[in-house]
């Protein structure tokens, strides 16, 4: 499995958590079932709004990036999301999109637009089938994600860069193919050849990544190892909003998982009142969610902590089954809610049951009771 991660120059809100914790989810569930899960995230350490970020704050942009990284993974241990195995940076990755990248030359499928370089989109018969969007639709998200579908000089308005060579005033590294920096899809593709290879479980992300990200690179791979499909399953969690827009950091309407754990707000609340939500439907961030999301903690540590409660067989298996199709992590919540209530109330005489569903909710959900 590979997830997007994040672009480290500012802190991690609930719409980043709300993502992770979900492919957290996937992770357990497939370990639970006895899979072997290798599981690998980048982290975009270069690119535009890092760089913007630190000429604004007149800071180094290593500096915004690496503090950025530390507070996200404090965050994701808070929040008990199991680490990937292999956690790679854009920096690092460079040598090796450098030499994707020359392999594409030699297909014949990248061109030079000044001295940028572009993929072919057109080089891969399957472009378009990830997001499945119609040509207008495509060419209007470019514009609005990071893609510049009207430069002079494009063969096609939605070819994307691979490699873009170096500004005057940005950081630039020397390669092969001259002195700059990665485009930004062609950062993931490198990280998840290398150290997962065709074809992956598995490609995740929120769904502002289907495209062009997921698109894009999904053609980039299949066209450089000419092997197809580059993921067996596209996975994309909705987007969090808060005061009526997507949480984004662009537009500053954000709530930040370090802030609330500053206000004293237990994480295992925090990341009830995410797993309240199935992950693919959107939805918004609200103080009553996380105020709910305490009651439900504070209900839950109550009935494992008693002497005895009903059989719990029941509502584990009922848990593996709503986790089991497509992570219906809301009714999962609903079978602990029962059992839990149930529990307090003194019904249920089985003693082993108290210890068996803290660890269930420990194991399948990652809340810690
Ligand atoms: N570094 C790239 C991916 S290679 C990136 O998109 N970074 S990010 O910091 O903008 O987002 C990190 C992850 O959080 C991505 O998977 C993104 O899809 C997801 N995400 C961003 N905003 C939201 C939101 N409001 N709700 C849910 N997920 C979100
Ligand atoms: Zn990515």
Known sequence: MYVCGITPYDATHMGHAATYVAFDVLQRAWLDAGHEVHYVQNVTDIDDPLLERAVQRGEDWRAIAERET?????????????????????VEAIPSVASYVQRMQELGVVYAVDDDLYFSVSSDPHFGSVANLDRAEMTRIFAERGGDPDRPGKR???????????????????TPLGHGRPGWHIECVA????????????????????????????????????????????????????????????????????????????????????????????????????????????????????????????????????????????SALDAVDQWAMAAVAGTGSDATAPALIADACDALLGVRL
Request: glycine share 8%.
């Open 70 to 90: 530390a507070l996200f993974r404090e965050d994701m241990t808070a929040l008990r999301v199991i680490p990937p195995r292999e956690y790679i940076g854009a």
């Open 191 to 330: 990280i998840a050849l290398d150290h997962l290879g065709m074809t992956i479980d598995v490609q995740g992300g929120g769904s502002d990544l289907a495209f062009p990200h997921h698109e894009m690179g999904a053609s980039e791979a299949q066209v450089v190892t000419g092997e197809w499909p580059y993921a067996r399953h596209y996975v994309h969690a909705g987007m969090v909003g808060w005061q009526g827009h997507k949480m984004s950091k662009s537009r500053g309407n954000l709530v930040f998982v370090s802030q609330l754990r500053a206000d004293g707000h237990d994480p295992m609340a925090i990341r009830l009142a995410l797993l309240a939500h199935h992950y693919r439907s959107d939805w918004a961030w609200t103080p009553q969610g996380l105020q709910g999301a305490e009651q439900r903690v504070d209900l839950w540590r109550r009935a494992t902590a008693m002497p005895s409660g009903p059989d719990a067989s029941a509502t584990l298996q009922r848990m593996r089954e709503v986790l089991s199709d497509d992570l219906r992590t809301p």
């Open 156 to 174: 096609d308005p939605l070819d994307c860069l691979v490699w873009q060579d170096a500004r005057p005033d940005e950081p630039a590294w020397n």
